[in-house]
DNA sequence: TACGTATAGTTGAAAATGTCAACGATTGAT
DNA sequence: ATCAATCGTTGACATTTTCAACTATACGTA
């Protein structure tokens, strides 16, 4: 067999099972979408010394809006002693800075330093270009619904 | 302060960092959503001892494509020694079998037995609810929209 | 004011997952 | 007949997740 034809056998192959039902099932297809996206990301931010994670607390940090600890766990789904270990990093970096609460002192606010903001445009537009691949299927309209629905489905 | 209010504080906290750029993140927005459903579907499969993982091996096997482990390993984004550890258990409670290929003696395929098929009857019912808690803020239309874009997304 | 309960961040341990390199069996091209 | 490649499997190792404490702080209530 030749090469080309075993690879024209090899891409008929990989989505043979495209046919299967769980194809119509929205939490396989967020799965599936976000594995992928997921390592073309790191891929991106590795060049900075980013991962998804890092990267998502850096513009959280970097929004203006000082959010807390526990605010960061919340909205990114996870543990607070994950977050604890991701600004760790972060503050050592000198990418971000914790401050205490305004009006709770047991809170902890964080902030991008200009440094982190720095590096956040950098980042951004590595991570913009991975994006464009993920959605490389649709054109500009159609991922523009794509966002708008995921959005709808999670913030109504 | 009331506990009424607390809450509506809180409920009012909780979305409050919607407003960062990172919203508009399709990696987030997928691992977001994603987080959320699978909570809700391994509570779902919980009932019948499976997981999002095994539940999904446990389809395509039922599904007469006769996937390969391999096959598997690729489409479910998965190492193909974490199938070998998925299938072990589903055929250890006799809900799958392992068959030699036909063409490739090296491969093996999964198919469910009729115990699995039977399962997997009830199980696709329960997360079909726990998929429409998920999808809860969206139309009958929308969700239909969103799966037709995960789709494209995926495989064009 | 003092008390009790609840929450924020932190730490560390345990469990679950992910990653990777090796191996025997089998394939298929040369 | 040989040789490189692939499939499933195993086991080692790293990373991530989950959870239960603990300290400090907040805040309603007595």
């Known amino acids: 067999m030749t090469i080309e034809a075993q690879d024209e056998q090899q891409a008929a192959a990989k989505d043979r099972l495209v046919a299967a039902p769980i194809s119509q099932d929205v939490g396989f297809l967020l799965a599936k979408l976000h594995a992928g996206g ?26 203006g ?6 605010e960061l766990a919340d909205f990114l789904s996870l543990d607070p002693s994950q977050i604890v270990a991701l600004v760790d990093e972060l503050e050592k970096r000198k990418l971000v800075a914790r401050a205490p609460g305004k009006q709770d002192r047991r809170a902890k606010t964080v902030t991008a330093t200009s440094k982190g903001s720095q590096l956040l445009d950098q980042a951004a537009i590595a991570a913009r270009l991975a994006e464009s691949e ?23």
Chains 1, 2 share one sequence.
Do not use: C, H, M
């Open 38 to 63: 997921s390592v073309l990301n790191n891929r991106a931010l590795a060049e900075f010394d980013l991962k998804e994670r890092s990267y998502s607390v850096l513009i959280l940090a970097n929004s």
């Open 134 to 156: 993920v959605l490389a299927a649709l054109d500009d309209g159609e991922a523009a619904q794509l966002k708008a629905l995921l959005r709808k489905a999670l913030w109504g």
């Open 65 to 70: 809006l000082e959010p807390t600890q526990r």
